[in-house]
């Protein structure tokens, strides 16, 4: 009968975790980054254009957004751990033996091709020495480890079978992420004593550390809701107490899981699994959309008859830089003089050599408080209109002006909206933009008494100064 004996656990050394955790936080980060970026949310309907290679039907509608999915699912697992990992590294014993373990998932779907992941696992972890001098390596037989880890992880679809399926068949993907797992070691000495790991009131002590699980699986699609996951998983712990032997130069602990599993992903028939949903495929398939084809041909329609209006307002048939669609004088000779109505100007609004007639560049007067121009503005306008078509060099400042009544701010305001008002009309009538200056000059540089209202009548002005 062997004997047993507690070893207390007070003096266990103090791990450093800040290395560890950046590494963590680092590595979590990147791979949700990597998914967030591959991520596609958009999807096409179901086309029957039978030029298309792709197969499987779905509802999902072009850019419909995540809510149009199932995205929660939950799954178990089952399968069997070593103490041991796939890429190597050192061991505390000469031999492991694989042993069992099971587990349970809760994941949400946040992209086509990313997921958040909860993973609860638990089983048993065991060694020995039976290779080692005498049976056993410092002073140990063997150990025997119960250990139970929760973790959050992000898992990427990095691959599938066939893009051109409209729904993937089967999913390859990676996981890593982050968690706590504690454990109580159990060990058999050399002598053949065992080792318990307690607490000084006799209970089991349960070792708690940071774990790192990185991963790799295959998803295989059983139905929309269900599906059979086959994957590998490394956990690297933060201690070296997994085994029950804490080795005096720096060491690490770790373990592998190897699980099967089922997997069933909640929410309505109607709605398509997000898992599932290959973006490639859908965006293929947008090619061969008969009614989105028809569309794209109706806009081409549409754009064609805004360019063929756009091409009617700029026409001017006759010259007079005065469109078609607004000269109510169509055909005037080459060189004729027009207002911003395309008419010919009346001889005597006209001085020999093209030169504007004595009442172009007079002051612009408006009504009180208002930046409405006159109807007996008009004359003015269209010879100065003339002059600056005819004079291509020549360059305008539009001075506005307003009476005293009411704040300064309020007559700045109002003066400028009255230059801008005479420039509108020029500009309309044919001459360029660029070419027409405006300045707001308020109730400054009065022409006329304010005190009295025929001063103030003058005052509500524009002036031209020429340039």
Not at 37 to 62: E, L, N, P, R, W
Not at 66 to 87: D, E
Not at 101 to 127: C, D, M, P
Request: aromatic fraction near 10%; charge should be positive.
């Amino acid at each position: 009968m062997k004997k047993k004996s507690q070893l207390n656990l007070f003096n266990l050394k103090t791990m450093n975790y800040s290395t560890l955790k950046k590494t963590v936080a680092l590595s979590v980060a990147s791979l949700m980054a990597v998914g967030m970026v591959q991520a596609q949310t958009s999807t096409t309907t179901t086309t029957t254009d039978t030029t298309t290679k792709t197969s499987g039907t779905t509802t999902a509608k072009v850019f419909g957004g995540r809510g149009q999915y199932n995205t929660w699912s939950f799954g178990i697992n089952g399968g069997v751990t070593a103490p041991v990992v796939a890429t190597g590294g050192s061991n505390d014993y000469t031999n492991w033996k694989t042993s069992y373990g099971y587990g349970a998932t809760l994941r949400w779907q946040v992209a086509h091709s990313f997921g958040i992941q909860g993973n609860f696992n638990g089983g048993k972890l065991e060694g020995n020495n039976k290779d080692a001098l005498n049976g056993f390596r410092d002073d140990r037989q063997s150990f025997s480890t119960k250990f139970y880890s929760g973790t959050i992880t992000g898992v990427v679809n990095v691959a599938t079978i066939d893009y051109l399926r409209r729904k993937n068949a089967i999913n390859f993907f990676v996981t890593a992420g982050a968690g706590l797992v504690w454990y109580n070691p159990t060990m058999v000495l050399g002598n053949g004593t065992d080792f318990v790991y307690s607490n000084a009131d006799g209970s089991k002590h349960y070792v708690k550390s940071l774990v790192i699980p990185v991963g790799v699986g295959v998803k295989f699609r059983l139905a929309d809701a269900w599906a059979l996951n086959l994957g590998y998983t490394e956990n690297f712990t933060d201690d070296d107490i997994l085994d029950g032997l804490n080795r005096g130069y720096p060491s690490k602990d770790k373990y592998s899981y190897g699980y099967a599993g089922l997997e069933y992903t909640f929410g309505p028939k109607s709605k398509a699994n997000l898992d599932w949903v290959n973006p490639v495929a859908m965006m293929y398939d947008e090619l061969y959309d008969a009614a989105l084809r028809q569309e794209v041909e109706a806009l081409k329609g549409r754009v064609t008859n805004v360019e063929n209006a756009v091409n009617d307002l700029k026409k001017d048939s006759d010259g007079d830089g005065v469109s078609d669609q607004f000269d109510k004088c169509p055909n005037t000779p080459a060189g004729t003089v027009v207002d911003g109505s395309g008419c010919p100007l009346k001889k005597d609004t006209v001085m020999v050599g093209g030169a504007a007639a004595p009442a172009a560049y007079t002051n612009i007067q408006f009504d009180f408080d208002s930046s409405v121009l006159r109807t007996s503005s008009y004359p003015t306008l269209d010879a100065v209109s003339a002059d600056l078509r005819a004079n291509t060099a020549k360059s305008l400042e539009l001075d506005g002006f307003a009476s005293s009544e009411g704040t300064a701010a309020h007559n700045m305001h109002l003066s400028k909206d009255r230059a801008n008002s005479v420039k509108t009309y020029l500009v309309n009538s044919g001459v360029e933009a660029r070419r027409v200056k405006v300045k707001g000059l308020g109730e400054t540089r009065p022409i006329a008494d304010n005190s009295t209202e025929e001063g103030r009548v003058q005052n509500r002005r524009v002036e031209f100064v020429q340039k």
